[in-house]
């Protein structure tokens, strides 16, 4: 006698958390590169940056170097964590991306447009990974038989 194991039907909010989770994942990624690189640039020349007098939160840019740097690394360590959908990888994507939103204000004035863009990146990598139910990730590792795939869309 041989068992016949059975996977739940994908259904389409299955399919939007892929693609969300996935989305979230590949843009962390990129958002930890570009810090790393940022850091990077900041440890080695502080003059690319231009600074600004009479900022509030005025500090030493090898310093928030040293913060993106390891922003960066984090955010890359946990964007593949995301591509194996794991649930502590999902909260540590937020908690990251939200540093990361943080850090990047308080060093709008060394690169305002640059800062602005990772903020809003940061933005939709928390959007992706709140919006996608806890649920839905259950499955969300394991391949599709072939015969479970969904013929291609013929018009």
């Not at 958002?31 to 900041?42: H, T």
């Not at 308080?106 to 990772?118: I, K, N």
Request: charged share 15%; aromatic share 10%.
């Amino acid at each position: 006698m041989t068992a016949t194991h059975t996977r739940p039907a994908h259904t389409a909010k299955q399919e939007w958390a892929t693609g969300l989770t996935a989305f979230a994942a590949v843009m962390l990624f990129l958002v930890g590169l570009l810090d790393i690189f940022r850091g990077i640039m900041a440890i080695a020349e502080d003059d690319i940056f231009v600074t600004t007098r009479n900022y509030v939160f005025e500090f030493d840019l090898t310093g928030w170097g040293w913060v993106h740097l390891a922003l960066g690394a984090v955010a890359v360590i946990v964007s593949i964590g995301l591509l194996k959908t794991a649930t502590w990888a999902r909260v540590a994507g937020v908690a990251i991306a939200g540093l990361v939103i943080i850090a990047n204000f308080l060093s709008l004035p060394y690169y305002p447009v640059w800062s602005v863009v990772m903020i809003t990146i940061s933005g939709f990598i928390i959007w992706a990974l709140c919006v996608v139910q806890r649920g839905n990730l259950s499955d969300l590792s394991e391949e599709r038989a072939p015969s479970e795939e969904r013929p291609p869309h013929r018009v």
